[in-house]
C-alpha cells in the first residue's frame, strides 16, 4: 500500500504538470501576443509595437510577489521534505521494483525538466544539467544498496564515466566536462596504483597484468581528449601535469616500470621534468605552464647537491622498463636543447646560450649518476652547488638588466636556501653548543643583510622609481 | 542539441531500466544456500552503511581444484555441498554449506550438485582465494547485525541464472 501511495506522488507530476506549465503565461507575454495579434489585422504596425513596448515599463506589467508566492514556496517544501521523510521511514518496506521503476521515472522527470528549462531560459540550466550528471551514480548506489551489489570498487565509478560521457559530449559545457575529467583522474590514480580492480596496473605475484594498462592509456587519452576541448581555457594545459605525475607514479608504484632504488629518482626527476619542459617548448604553452618543470629540474639539482653525503656502495637495481623509461626520456631532452636554435629559447642573444647550458646541465649530471662512483657522486653534488649559485647569480643578473623583479627574487632566494642548507650541512654539529649558536646566528644575519642589500641595490638599478 | 540531449537522456535510462529488470530476475528463482561469514564495519562512499564479509568458502583447498593453466582474476566454479552441521537461527534449523571441489572450466550443471561462479584472487601453498561478489551487505544503521562477532552470523545467499551468488539476508545463529 505505502509503495503504490509513494508510486503515485513521484509519478503525479507528469500527469498534468507540463500541460499545465504550457498554459501559464505571464502578462507581459499575453500583452505581447496581443500586439502581435493586432500587427497580423494591421490595427498597428511592427514600428508602433516596439515603441509601445519602449515606452511601457515592464515592471508594471510583472507579476507583483505576493504574500501567496511565499506560501506556496514553503508549501512545495513541506511537500518535499515529507515525501522524503516517508520515503526514508519506509525505505525497508519499499519493494526493489517499486525503487527501480520510481528512479526510472525520477531520472526520465528530471531529463525532460532540464530540456523543458533550456528551450525557456537556457542560461539558467547548469545546476540542472550538474544534477542530472550526477544521476546515475546515484542509480549506483541505489542499486548497489537494493541488490546487495558488490565485489570491483572501482566498477562503479567506472559505469558512472561510461554513462555520463554521451551527455558531456553533446553539452560540451566546461563545468560539466571538468567534473567529468576529475571523475576520470581519480580513475586513473586511485584504480590504476591500487590493487584488487580492474584497472589496477600493480604487479602481483610477478605476473604484469595485459588489459590494465590498454584501459589505463585510453583514460589517458580521453583526459587529454576532453582537455584540450576546454578551448580557450588556459586550464586545459595542466593536462601536461596531470601526465608528468602518472608517469612519476609508474616509477614509485609497484609496476612494470617501478624504479627500486632511491638513487634511480633523483635521475628520474631531472629526466621528467626536462623531457616536460622539452614538451612545453614542443606545443608552445604559455610561459607560466613552464614554472613546474623549471621548479623539477630545481629540486631536482638540490637534492643533488645532497649526494655529498653519500658514503656507501650505491645500489642501481631497477626494473628495465623504467631504466629505458628514463634514459629515452633524458635522451630526447638533451637531444632537443643541445640541437635547438638557442633563439628560440629565449630572445635575449646574450642569455639564449646560458639558458641552454643550464637546462642540459641536469639531464647530463643526472645521467652521469648512473655509473658513478662515491668520489664521482661527491663531484656531481660540488657541480650541483656551483651551478645552483652561478644560476641563482645569473638569474639576479638577468633581472637586473631587464627590469624584472622576479628574476632577482628569484635568485636571491635560491641563494639564500643553498647557503643556509649548506651552512647546516658543514657547521651542523658546532650549532648544538652555546657559542656555535651565537656564531650561526651572526653569520646567517650577516648573510641575510647582505642578500638584501644586493637585492636592493639590484631592483634599484632596475627600476629607481620602484624604491 | 535539444534532440541529441534527449536520444542521451533515453538511452541512459534505458540502460539503468534493462540493468534494474535483469537485476530483478536474475535471481528469482533459484538455489538459496547458507553460508558461514566473519563480519567488519566498514563505510560504503555511495550506498551507505555496508559490513564486509568474509567466507570460508573463500579458501578452497588446492588438492581439491583443478587449476591447470589458471590467471589470476580469471573464473573458477565451485561446487557446494550440504554439510550436516545444523545451527539454529531466528529463522530455524539451517545447514550450512561448504566448498567441496573447484574448477576451472564451467560445469555441466546437474540438478542435485550447487556450482557458483567466483574470481581468483590468489593461489597459495595450501588454498585458492576467491571472491564471489557477495564480500559486502547493506544494512540499516541501527541493526544489531553491525555489532555481530565472527561466526554469530550466517548469510542467506541465492544462486542466480549464470551461477553468482546474491546475499538475501544476514541472520544470527542462537
Same mark, same amino acid.
Given at each position: 500500500?505505502?509503495?503504490?501511495?509513494?508510486?503515485?506522488?513521484?509519478?503525479?507530476?507528469?500527469?498534468?504538470? !507540463?500541460?499545465?506549465?504550457? @498554459?501559464?503565461?505571464?502578462?507581459?507575454?499575453?500583452?505581447?501576443?496581443?500586439?502581435?495579434?493586432?500587427?497580423?489585422?494591421?490595427?498597428?504596425?511592427?514600428?508602433?509595437?516596439?515603441?509601445?513596448?519602449?515606452? #511601457?515599463?515592464?515592471?508594471?506589467?510583472?507579476?507583483? *510577489?505576493?504574500?501567496?508566492?511565499?506560501?506556496?514556496?514553503?508549501?512545495?517544501?513541506?511537500?518535499?521534505?515529507?515525501? @522524503?521523510?516517508?520515503?526514508?521511514?519506509?525505505?525497508?518496506?519499499?519493494?526493489?521494483?517499486?525503487?527501480?521503476?520510481?528512479?526510472?521515472?525520477?531520472?526520465?522527470?528530471?531529463?525532460?525538466?532540464?530540456?523543458?528549462?533550456?528551450?525557456?531560459?537556457?542560461?539558467?540550466?547548469?545546476?540542472?544539467?550538474?544534477?542530472?550528471?550526477?544521476?546515475?551514480?546515484?542509480?549506483?548506489?541505489?542499486?548497489?544498496?537494493?541488490?546487495?551489489?558488490?565485489?570491483?570498487?572501482?566498477?562503479?565509478?567506472?559505469?558512472?564515466?561510461?554513462?555520463?560521457? &554521451?551527455?558531456?559530449?553533446?553539452?560540451?559545457?566546461?563545468?560539466?566536462?571538468?567534473?567529468?575529467?576529475? #571523475?576520470?583522474?581519480?580513475?586513473?590514480?586511485?584504480?590504476?596504483?591500487?590493487?584488487?580492480?580492474?584497472? %589496477?596496473?600493480?604487479?602481483?605475484?610477478?605476473?604484469?597484468?595485459?588489459?590494465?594498462?590498454?584501459?589505463?592509456?585510453?583514460?589517458?587519452?580521453?583526459?587529454?581528449?576532453?582537455?584540450?576541448?576546454?578551448?580557450?581555457?588556459?586550464?586545459?594545459?595542466?593536462?601536461?601535469?596531470?601526465?608528468?605525475?602518472?608517469? *612519476?607514479?609508474?616509477? !614509485?608504484?609497484?609496476?612494470?616500470?617501478?624504479?627500486?632504488? &632511491?638513487?634511480?629518482?633523483?635521475?628520474?626527476?631531472?629526466?621528467?621534468? !626536462?623531457?616536460?619542459?622539452?614538451?612545453?617548448?614542443?606545443?608552445?604553452?604559455?610561459?607560466?605552464?613552464?614554472?613546474?618543470?623549471?621548479?623539477?629540474?630545481?629540486?631536482?639539482?638540490?637534492?643533488?647537491?645532497?649526494?655529498?653525503?653519500?658514503?656507501?656502495?650505491?645500489?642501481?637495481?631497477?626494473?628495465?622498463?623504467?631504466?629505458?623509461?628514463?634514459?629515452?626520456?633524458?635522451?630526447?631532452?638533451?637531444?632537443? *636543447?643541445?640541437?635547438?636554435?638557442?633563439?628560440?629559447?629565449?630572445?635575449?642573444?646574450?642569455?639564449?646560450?646560458?639558458?641552454?647550458?643550464?637546462?642540459?646541465?641536469?639531464?647530463?649530471?643526472?645521467?652521469?649518476?648512473?655509473? %658513478?662512483? $662515491?668520489?664521482?657522486?661527491?663531484?656531481?653534488?660540488?657541480?650541483?652547488?656551483?651551478?645552483?649559485?652561478?644560476?641563482?647569480?645569473?638569474?639576479?643578473?638577468?633581472?637586473?638588466?631587464?627590469?624584472?623583479?622576479?628574476?632577482?627574487?628569484?635568485?636571491?632566494?635560491?641563494?639564500?636556501?643553498?647557503?643556509?642548507?649548506?651552512?647546516?650541512?658543514?657547521?651542523?654539529?658546532?650549532?648544538?653548543?652555546?657559542?656555535?649558536?651565537?656564531?650561526?646566528?651572526?653569520?646567517?644575519?650577516?648573510?641575510?643583510?647582505?642578500?638584501?642589500?644586493?637585492?636592493?641595490?639590484?631592483?634599484?638599478?632596475?627600476? &629607481? $622609481?620602484?624604491? | 542539441?535539444?534532440?541529441?540531449?534527449?536520444?542521451?537522456?533515453?538511452?541512459?535510462? +534505458?540502460?539503468?531500466?534493462?540493468?534494474?529488470?535483469? /537485476?530483478?530476475?536474475?535471481?528469482?528463482?533459484?538455489?538459496?544456500?547458507?553460508?558461514?561469514?566473519?563480519?567488519?564495519?566498514?563505510?560504503?562512499?555511495?550506498?551507505?552503511?555496508?559490513?564486509?564479509?568474509?567466507?570460508?568458502?573463500?579458501?578452497?583447498?588446492?588438492?581439491?581444484?583443478?587449476?591447470?593453466?589458471?590467471? /589470476?582474476?580469471?573464473?573458477?566454479?565451485?561446487?557446494?555441498?550440504?554439510?550436516? /552441521? +545444523?545451527?539454529?537461527?531466528?529463522?530455524?534449523?539451517?545447514?550450512?554449506?561448504?566448498?567441496?571441489?573447484?574448477?576451472?572450466?564451467?560445469?555441466?550443471?546437474?540438478?542435485?550438485? +550447487?556450482?557458483?561462479?567466483?574470481?581468483?584472487?590468489?593461489?597459495?601453498?595450501?588454498?585458492?582465494?576467491?571472491?564471489?561478489?557477495?564480500?559486502?551487505?547493506?544494512?540499516?544503521?541501527?541493526?544489531?547485525?553491525?555489532? +555481530?562477532?565472527?561466526?554469530?552470523?550466517?548469510?542467506?545467499?541465492?544462486?542466480?541464472?549464470?551461477?553468482?551468488?546474491?546475499?538475501?539476508?544476514?541472520?544470527?545463529?542462537?
Amino acid at each position: 500500500m505505502i509503495e503504490l501511495l509513494i508510486l503515485i506522488l513521484i509519478l503525479s507530476p507528469f500527469l498534468g504538470v !507540463s500541460a499545465w506549465l504550457k @498554459s501559464k503565461k505571464s502578462p507581459l507575454r499575453r500583452f505581447e501576443d496581443a500586439l502581435q495579434a493586432s500587427i497580423a489585422e494591421g490595427i498597428i504596425t511592427l514600428e508602433q509595437k516596439n515603441r509601445i513596448l519602449e515606452k #511601457l515599463s515592464t515592471r508594471a506589467l510583472r507579476v507583483p *510577489f505576493r504574500a501567496v508566492s511565499l506560501i506556496l514556496i514553503f508549501a512545495a517544501l513541506f511537500v518535499v521534505a515529507g515525501l @522524503s521523510l516517508l520515503i526514508a521511514h519506509n525505505w525497508d518496506h519499499i519493494g526493489p521494483a517499486t525503487r527501480v521503476m520510481a528512479f526510472v521515472f525520477l531520472f526520465y522527470g528530471l531529463g525532460e525538466f532540464t530540456l523543458w528549462v533550456q528551450a525557456k531560459h537556457p542560461d539558467k540550466t547548469l545546476p540542472l544539467f550538474i544534477v542530472w550528471f550526477f544521476f546515475p551514480i546515484l542509480g549506483i548506489g541505489l542499486y548497489a544498496q537494493t541488490f546487495q551489489l558488490s565485489g570491483d570498487f572501482i566498477l562503479p565509478y567506472l559505469t558512472w564515466a561510461a554513462i555520463s560521457l &554521451p551527455l558531456v559530449g553533446v553539452l560540451k559545457k566546461a563545468s560539466l566536462t571538468y567534473l567529468h575529467v576529475l #571523475l576520470l583522474i581519480a580513475l586513473l590514480f586511485c584504480g590504476g596504483f591500487y590493487k584488487n580492480n580492474i584497472l %589496477s596496473i600493480l604487479n602481483d605475484h610477478d605476473t604484469t597484468p595485459t588489459l590494465p594498462w590498454l584501459y589505463q592509456i585510453l583514460l589517458l587519452l580521453l583526459i587529454i581528449f576532453e582537455c584540450f576541448r576546454l578551448k580557450p581555457l588556459p586550464q586545459r594545459f595542466q593536462v601536461f601535469t596531470l601526465v608528468a605525475a602518472w608517469i *612519476f607514479s609508474l616509477f !614509485s608504484a609497484r609496476t612494470y616500470f617501478s624504479l627500486h632504488e &632511491p638513487i634511480w629518482f633523483f635521475i628520474a626527476a631531472a629526466a621528467l621534468s !626536462s623531457f616536460w619542459l622539452m614538451m612545453t617548448f614542443i606545443f608552445k604553452l604559455p610561459l607560466r605552464e613552464r614554472t613546474l618543470p623549471y621548479l623539477g629540474m630545481f629540486f631536482s639539482m638540490y637534492a643533488m647537491t645532497f649526494l655529498w653525503d653519500v658514503n656507501s656502495k650505491i645500489n642501481f637495481t631497477s626494473s628495465l622498463p623504467g631504466t629505458l623509461l628514463i634514459l629515452a626520456m633524458s635522451g630526447a631532452a638533451l637531444a632537443y *636543447f643541445l640541437l635547438k636554435n638557442p633563439h628560440e629559447l629565449s630572445h635575449d642573444p646574450t642569455w639564449n646560450r646560458l639558458f641552454q647550458a643550464l637546462v642540459v646541465t641536469p639531464i647530463l649530471l643526472s645521467l652521469c649518476i648512473t655509473f %658513478s662512483n $662515491e668520489f664521482g657522486l661527491k663531484v656531481i653534488a660540488l657541480i650541483a652547488n656551483i651551478l645552483l649559485v652561478l644560476g641563482a647569480l645569473l638569474a639576479m643578473w638577468h633581472g637586473s638588466m631587464h627590469a624584472e623583479e622576479l628574476s632577482i627574487n628569484l635568485g636571491a632566494a635560491i641563494l639564500l636556501l643553498i647557503l643556509i642548507t649548506r651552512f647546516v650541512d658543514i657547521m651542523g654539529d658546532m650549532v648544538q653548543s652555546g657559542l656555535g649558536l651565537i656564531v650561526s646566528g651572526l653569520f646567517l644575519s650577516s648573510v641575510a643583510y647582505g642578500l638584501s642589500q644586493a637585492r636592493k641595490h639590484l631592483l634599484k638599478k632596475s627600476n &629607481p $622609481e620602484a624604491l | 542539441m535539444k534532440k541529441h540531449l534527449r536520444i542521451v537522456l533515453i538511452l541512459q535510462v +534505458a540502460y539503468f531500466l534493462v540493468w534494474g529488470i535483469w /537485476l530483478l530476475t536474475s535471481h528469482l528463482y533459484g538455489q538459496d544456500v547458507w553460508l558461514e561469514t566473519s563480519p567488519v564495519d566498514p563505510r560504503d562512499l555511495i550506498s551507505g552503511h555496508y559490513v564486509r564479509l568474509d567466507y570460508p568458502i573463500a579458501r578452497v583447498p588446492n588438492k581439491t581444484c583443478d587449476l591447470k593453466n589458471y590467471t /589470476l582474476d580469471q573464473a573458477i566454479y565451485v561446487e557446494l555441498e550440504k554439510s550436516p /552441521l +545444523a545451527k539454529k537461527t531466528s529463522m530455524g534449523q539451517v545447514n550450512l554449506w561448504t566448498a567441496k571441489r573447484c574448477q576451472l572450466e564451467p560445469p555441466k550443471t546437474m540438478a542435485s550438485q +550447487a556450482w557458483v561462479k567466483g574470481q581468483i584472487k590468489s593461489v597459495g601453498d595450501q588454498h585458492v582465494s576467491i571472491t564471489y561478489g557477495i564480500e559486502k551487505y547493506f544494512i540499516p544503521e541501527n541493526s544489531t547485525l553491525r555489532t +555481530a562477532q565472527s561466526g554469530q552470523v550466517v548469510a542467506k545467499a541465492r544462486i542466480g541464472r549464470n551461477l553468482t551468488l546474491r546475499v538475501l539476508e544476514l541472520t544470527l545463529i542462537f
